[in-house]
């Protein structure tokens, strides 16, 4: 079973604070991505990796920058935690395309709570 | 672009009653991939099915199924005799193929099943 793993599943910080957020995935996954979660608006792409190092900008990339130094590892990093940073972030990982059949996992989420 | 749109934003059935979540999807591609995703409680989105543009194949899986519509547009998801268990959010989704392979989400529909 295809396995991605968040760091950390609830947080509390304080606005102005760097904050990171580690996903892992077990699958050889070439294809990456972070997503932020809020009610009514369903999840939305805030930047994906299709490669090591390779970084695209999602519909909401303002105020998150990501890193991929390795293939399995994709970090999503808020610079100053904001009060409206407040969310879920969920990760994923596919591999290369849709066309061979293939789907996205999740992880199980990370609660963000920006004080 | 693409657009997944899920009118719904909550229903309510009492157990053992049929329930049909509505997903309507736009995009200008001429082949694309549908998706139902769950979300229970718990947080992790689960996958559930996966339908091709060129596959108009309706999908029956034990007491789910799905009803694909190119001419309207439209990808619902049916429960049949729910149950408890069945109390989550779910998502519709829409993939193209392209770099980084990435979904676009419906605001998603709760349903809540009452004993």
């Known amino acids: 079973d295809v396995k991605v793993t968040q760091s950390s599943r609830y947080l509390v910080k304080r606005t102005g604070e760097k904050v990171f957020l580690e996903c892992v995935q077990d699958?050889?996954?070439?294809?990456m991505f972070w997503y932020r979660q809020d009610p009514g608006l369903g999840l939305r792409l805030i930047y994906f990796?299709?490669?090591?190092?390779?970084?695209e900008k999602g519909d909401i990339p303002e105020g998150y920058s990501v890193s991929r130094e390795k293939k399995e590892r994709f970090s999503l990093i808020l610079e100053s935690a904001s009060t409206n940073q407040t969310s879920m972030y969920l990760c994923?990982?596919?591999?290369?395309?849709?066309?061979?059949?293939?789907?996205?996992?999740f992880g199980e989420g990370s609660w963000l709570t920006v004080v | 672009a693409q657009k997944v749109t899920q009118a719904q934003t909550e229903i309510s059935v009492v157990e053992k009653e049929d329930v049909t979540l509505d997903c309507v999807y736009e995009?200008?591609?001429?082949?694309?991939?549908l998706f139902w995703y769950k979300q229970p409680p718990s947080g992790e989105l689960v996958f559930l099915i996966r339908?091709?543009?060129?596959?108009?194949q309706n999908e029956i899986s034990g007491r789910y199924s799905w009803n694909f519509q190119k001419s309207t547009s439209s990808f619902n998801f049916t429960i049949t005799a729910s149950q408890v268990v069945d109390s989550a959010v779910y998502f519709c989704a829409l993939g193209i193929n392209n770099a980084g392979n990435m979904l676009t989400f419906g605001g998603g529909t709760r349903l809540m099943v009452k004993p």
């Open positions: 995009t200008r591609d001429t082949t694309y991939y």
């Open positions: 699958m050889d996954h070439e294809n």
């Open positions: 994923a990982s596919s591999l290369e395309d849709f066309y061979s059949g293939n789907t996205i996992y």
């Open positions: 339908r091709n543009s060129f596959d108009e």
């Open positions: 990796s299709y490669d090591v190092k390779m970084k």
